[in-house]
């Protein structure tokens, strides 16, 4: 495919755009079941489940005759990227190359938090491609996407695994994307300096054996999605396979449900379902039964709805991600503190020695 066929298009960031007008195409935005007059590129918003858009958009038909003149984005995410590079495809009428699942597939596993069958940073398109767009971001929209599918259409033609990048010296966005990964691996061992780190013995979601993981806890406004990758991937933590275990406080979004976040890799198969309780027993004792329960939030750790209004979110169920509850009208419905998290986890998880 040859990246002039966006000369065409117009490319807007807009993460608020909800319908999709005459000639227009949005991408990971709207909703399907509006009335729209252009392209609603939204996996969300389907009666079928998929696990990302680019899967959803790989098996959409598109009509090449249809006239499209602007394309709106809420990111340059792999999956955007992955979705618009087999939209114009179609919509051009070329064939998609044999291996295209491979790419959906990935695009699939990094949009659930896979930070280790996605590969090492430095191998991860992933981490490439999110590092390229960061670099590039004093241009405009269209010349940062038209870059990211010129970087993802020679990585395809190379036959390469999207896990498994390997160099390319004379490539030049891969040398600006290599270059922004180092500069953001110099910023997490910055974070991981000012952060505190311990080993945790956690039980496995489906036994009764327990593991012994690296745990880590951030205080910090932002924690990018590189960053992640290599606290899942760092050899040098104390277990010497990453951080199974990040505990995020960001003190300035108290209120959002994203100021205390605890979080699993879901690839080591543990959960915390232990310290879910405790910290909603925890927060009920804090409230001395003043707690709003007038109008529960659903939620799968309270299956007759006889919860809080705003409770510690349970992941469905799942317990691999907790986050703090939200604000209760002009409340905070959190008074756990981030000390009394690491308090709970050493109780609770803490090694005997």
């Known amino acids: 495919m040859n990246i002039s066929h966006l000369y065409k298009f117009s490319v807007y960031l807009n993460a608020n755009k909800k319908t999709a007008e005459q000639g227009e195409v ?3 935005l709207g909703n ?3 009335v729209n007059k252009g392209l609603v590129l939204q996996h969300k918003t389907v009666s079928k489940q998929y696990a990302s858009l680019s899967s959803y958009v790989l098996q959409l038909p598109i009509d090449s005759s249809a006239e499209y003149y602007t394309i709106y984005i809420e990111d340059y995410s792999v999956d955007t990227v992955v979705s618009i590079w087999i939209f114009l495809q179609k919509y051009h009428r070329y064939k998609l190359p044999e291996h295209i699942n491979l790419w959906t597939d990935y695009a699939t596993r990094w949009e659930s938090g896979d930070a280790t069958t996605t590969g090492v940073p430095y191998e991860s398109y992933g981490c490439l491609q999110n590092a390229l767009a960061a670099k590039l971001k004093n241009i405009s929209p ?7 599918l010129q970087f993802l259409h020679t990585l395809m033609k190379n036959g390469t695994s999207p896990a498994k990048i390997l160099p390319m010296p004379p490539d030049v966005l891969y040398q600006i994307a290599l270059k922004a990964l180092q500069e953001e691996e ?4 910055s974070l991981l300096k000012v952060s505190t780190i311990q080993k945790f013995i956690f039980p496995s979601c489906d036994s009764s054996v327990r593991k012994e993981v690296s745990a880590v806890f951030i205080e910090t406004d932002i924690i990018s999605s590189i960053q992640k990758v290599f606290l899942r991937n760092d050899p040098k933590s104390p277990t010497g396979d990453g951080y199974a275990v990040m505990a995020v406080y960001n003190p300035h979004a108290v209120g959002t449900g994203n100021d205390i976040v605890i979080s699993v890799d879901p690839l080591k ?3 915390l379902k232990e310290l879910w309780y405790a910290l909603e027993e925890e927060e009920n004792k804090l409230w001395e039964g003043k707690r ?5 939030r659903p939620l799968k750790s309270y299956p007759h709805n006889n919860g809080p209004n705003e409770p510690w979110w349970d992941d469905m169920g799942k317990y691999t991600l907790i986050a703090a509850p939200k604000k209760v009208g002009t409340e905070f419905g959190r008074k756990v503190s981030f000390e009394k998290v690491k308090e709970l986890m050493q109780q609770l998880y803490g090694r005997n020695e």
Request: charged residues 35%.
């Open 269 to 271: 198969k543990i959960c």
């Open 292 to 296: 709003p329960m007038d109008n529960p």
């Open 186 to 189: 110099k910023r997490y061992a």
């Open 142 to 148: 269209k010349e940062i996407l038209e870059k990211s």
């Open 26 to 28: 949005l991408v990971g």
């Open 32 to 34: 399907t079941n509006e």
